[in-house]
């Protein structure tokens, strides 16, 4: 049962432009959201994280949004660069679960000059 | 954050052998997790490796396929016992830091011929 889902497996933008990645999951229980990057032959790094009592988190480039009622969010990331081409993984996780996470497919992004 | 190395980085392995993956933090951490990540798809974890405890398993693997060792802070190992094909898979292990996020290994990629 998958939890926690990425509906677009690949996204292609523009450099320059914003990239809108979207995640949705299923458990009411998730209280803590968070994004991973990951290149190819390379483990995931963090990139931004969400606290369910907030409806948004911005680091730099990076927004991630979170609409709890929708039970959806997003990673914004503006402007998009070269180098953010990778796999962008959604992932939750449930208050005083061990810090375990529960992961998203992936949505493979491409940035195209 | 953590630093995390595995060893070794890939293996093609024959049906019915075993294999033990090691992972080393270079800080003392409390958690640690054993994920894979098989052709195309996300992450699943496989188990939760506590300092002097028992690992705990999520539903569909079980021990005896996955004996986990995690004899301190730094390290930890999975076995991938009895392989068969359908193991072939990256196997990544990461490192939770006290809060939510967490720190994965560049992963070892798995061959059962």
């Known amino acids: 049962d998958q939890q926690v889902k990425q509906n677009s497996p690949s996204l292609s933008v523009q450099e320059g432009r914003i990239s809108i990645l979207n995640c949705d999951y299923t458990n009411s229980m998730f209280d803590y959201f968070l994004w991973y990057k990951k290149y190819p032959a390379e483990g995931p790094t963090f990139l931004i994280s969400?606290?369910?009592?907030?409806d948004k988190n911005e680091d730099g480039r990076f927004t991630v949004f979170l609409n709890k009622s929708a039970k959806h969010l997003s990673l914004h990331i503006v402007p998009s660069q070269p180098g953010d081409s990778a796999v962008y993984f959604c992932a939750a996780s449930v208050t005083d679960s061990w810090g375990k996470l529960q992961f998203g497919a992936g949505t493979q992004v491409v940035v195209t000059p | 954050s953590a630093v995390i190395s595995q060893k070794p980085s890939r293996d093609i392995c024959q049906r019915g052998t075993s294999l033990t993956i090691q992972c080393q933090v270079d800080s003392q951490v409390t958690m640690m997790f054993w994920y894979r990540q098989q052709p195309g798809q996300s992450l699943t974890l496989i188990a939760t490796?506590?300092?002097?405890?028992?690992?705990?398993?999520e539903s569909g693997f079980v021990i005896d396929k996955f004996p986990i060792s995690r004899p301190n802070l730094t390290f930890s190992t999975l076995t991938v016992s009895n392989m068969s094909p359908e193991d072939s898979s990256i196997y990544l292990c990461?490192?939770?830091?006290?809060?939510?996020?967490?720190?994965f290994g560049p992963g070892t990629r798995l061959t059962v011929t």
């Open positions: 969400i606290s369910s009592i907030k």
């Open positions: 490796a506590n300092q002097g405890s028992e690992a705990t398993y």
């Open positions: 990461s490192a939770g830091t006290g809060d939510y996020e967490q720190y």
